[in-house]
């Protein structure tokens, strides 16, 4: 089988597989019709995927009749169609290959069927994967991160280690700075360079301009590219993944009131261009996860602009990826709209 009717089902089995893994689930069971189907532009949540495979065995569709069952009814026993046959497997086993095809680079995942395997007293049965494949899926290797991300829900990253520094707190912060005045630039490269991480403050990726430059209050545009926004988010995640954390600057919907108090211009300079940047804030980007009840990726952050070290590290201080809108963004932090304005990337 082939085309759009199967193509349905292949979204259906990698959305089940999905979120078995969101549910932390060892097996999942699943009907599996036989078949295969390729295509291209695939959308998966909030990626378009240039080209998915997958093949599938299970039960013919077409030949295989569905089993019937007898229902007891008011005129007397009537034979009923039944259910089809289901498979189980585990939906976080990562059995992969990687194969070349017309010069083209893929990633094949394969996903076994899970039996049950009887164990000699008092040992507890167990469910262990034979050599049958139900699922197959192939994808291109360049998209084959994204699709892991997809698939398997990634886990939690947390860079550990990270010594808290609270801009708030003038004397610690002259001492280990040197900084007086509005210090939560030179608070994150405290904290960052504790883990041997070396900022390099002249490689920054922008993600959007003032509109005003005179008054920051009046809001931000976007200025970034999709392609710049998804390999500076694959970028902030393999940093976190060596343990290195990264210098994030952002922007809040606070009054024009407040915002000209602070005068009107932003706290950095831009390296190139006549507008200053809409940053108005740093902090530190140090961990990455998934949100099941936002249904959301995130950026967890330290904030040195908190008195109580519980608030500035609290595993509540995140940033949403908001891919369709090329925004990173909290809606709600400490009463008000944060986005992140700009990232700077390490040595």
Not at 47 to 67: Q, R, V, W
Not at 75 to 94: C, D, F, H, Q
Not at 231 to 247: A, S
Not at 254 to 269: I, T, V
């Amino acid at each position: 089988m082939k085309g759009n009717l199967f193509l349905t089902n292949m979204i259906d089995y990698i959305n089940q597989i999905r979120q078995g893994n969101i549910d932390k689930k060892d097996e999942i069971s699943m009907q599996i019709v036989t078949g295969f189907v390729e295509e291209n532009n695939v959308t998966l949540g909030k990626k378009e995927f240039s080209y998915i495979k997958m093949t599938t065995t299970g039960f013919n569709l077409l030949l295989d009749k569905a089993p019937t069952v007898t229902a007891q009814t008011n005129t007397g026993n009537v034979a009923m169609p039944g259910e089809r046959p289901k498979y189980s497997i585990n939906p976080s086993e990562l059995s992969k290959t990687a194969f070349t095809e017309n010069n083209v680079k893929y990633v094949k995942y394969q996903f076994h069927e899970l039996q049950t395997k009887q164990n000699p007293p008092p040992y507890a049965d167990t469910k262990e994967p034979t050599g049958t494949v139900r699922i197959e899926i192939a994808v291109k290797e360049e998209e084959s991160e994204d699709f892991e991300e997809y698939l398997y829900v990634q886990k939690t990253i947390i860079v550990e280690g990270i010594p808290y520094l609270s801009q708030l707190d003038q004397e610690d912060t002259k001492n280990k700075t040197g900084c007086t005045t509005g210090c939560c630039w030179s608070a994150c490269c405290w904290m960052i360079n504790q883990t041997g991480t070396i900022i390099n403050n002249n490689n920054r990726v922008y993600f959007a301009d003032p509109i005003n430059v005179d008054n920051l209050a009046d809001g931000i545009i976007t200025i970034v590219s999709e392609q710049e926004f998804n390999e500076t988010i694959r970028y902030i995640k393999n940093q976190l993944k060596l343990g290195k954390p990264v210098l994030c600057g952002t922007w809040d919907n606070r009054s024009k009131r407040q915002y000209k108090e602070l005068g009107p211009n932003a706290w950095n300079d831009k390296l190139t261009g006549k507008n200053n940047s809409a940053t108005t804030h740093f902090v530190v980007i140090m961990g990455y996860g998934y949100d099941k009840g936002q249904d959301k990726y995130y950026f967890r952050f330290y904030d040195p602009g908190r008195t109580d070290s519980s608030q500035g590290t609290s595993e509540n201080n995140k940033f949403y990826i908001d891919y369709n809108n090329l925004e990173i963004i909290n809606l709600s932090y400490r009463g008000k709209i944060y986005k992140v304005t700009e990232i700077r990337k390490n040595f």
